[in-house]
T-cell receptor
């Protein structure tokens, strides 16, 4: 079956521009997570959605970052007024629910801010 | 605060055994995870421990001691394809989000 997909796979943008990153989770998965991975670093939690509950935004690094999940499926991560330190790989993961122990990761979007 | 420590890099020989350690200090504990990540690829799930002891799955085993805040991943009969980054992650008491360590880059040499 289809796994988690993300688009675009690569995005180069100029400092100060806004970007939108998309995640399509595995069908039926109610939990969706966003992480980012800077060069040579581990994964940093950003935000997670579980069903219709309010999202856990505790990992968002600044108010320039926001995310939404429409219809309990597709999610969009938006970064406004991008900065060079936002350059990273943004990974999305989904799981059947928040108690399931395995998270399935997408291939990521590599964001480069010039 | 929350802190997860693991060695930055390790080198081992094909056919040998290697142990990757992970220590953690987190607010709440609801499971420890190991993921494998090949360069340029997404992480893939390897193992999950929530109770103390050893979980074995083929060539890979994972151990947990909650009282010591310690885990290790044991890889046996190393193969060249095991060269990858190994990520230790902890789920706390705040839903399903994972807190990751920086990862251990394992290089398997012939």
């Amino acid at each position: 079956g289809a796994g988690v997909s993300q688009s675009p796979s690569n995005k180069v943008t100029e400092k100060g521009k806004d970007v939108e990153l998309r995640c399509d989770p595995i069908s039926g998965h109610t939990a969706l997570y966003w992480y980012r991975q800077s060069l040579g670093q581990g994964l940093e939690f950003l935000i997670y959605f579980q069903g219709n509950s309010a999202p856990d935004k505790s990992g968002l690094p600044s108010d320039r970052f926001s995310a939404e999940r429409t219809g309990g499926s597709v999610s969009t991560l938006t970064i406004q007024r991008t900065q060079q330190e936002d350059s990273a790989v943004y990974l999305c993961a989904s799981s059947p629910d928040f108690v399931s122990y395995e998270q399935y990761f997408g291939p990521g979007t590599r964001l480069t801010v010039t | 605060g929350q802190n997860i420590d693991q060695p930055t890099e390790m080198t081992a020989t094909e056919g040998a055994i290697v142990q990757i350690n992970c220590t953690y200090q987190t607010s709440g504990f609801n499971g420890l995870f190991w993921y494998q990540q090949h360069a340029g690829e997404a992480p893939t799930f390897l193992s999950y421990n929530v109770l103390d002891g050893l979980e074995e799955k083929g060539r890979f085993s994972s151990f947990l001691s909650r009282s010591k805040g310690y885990s290790y991943l044991l890889l046996k009969e190393l193969q060249m394809k095991d060269s990858a980054s190994y990520l230790c992650a902890v789920r706390g008491n705040q839903g399903g989000k994972l807190i990751f360590g920086q990862g251990t880059e394992l290089s398997v040499k012939p």
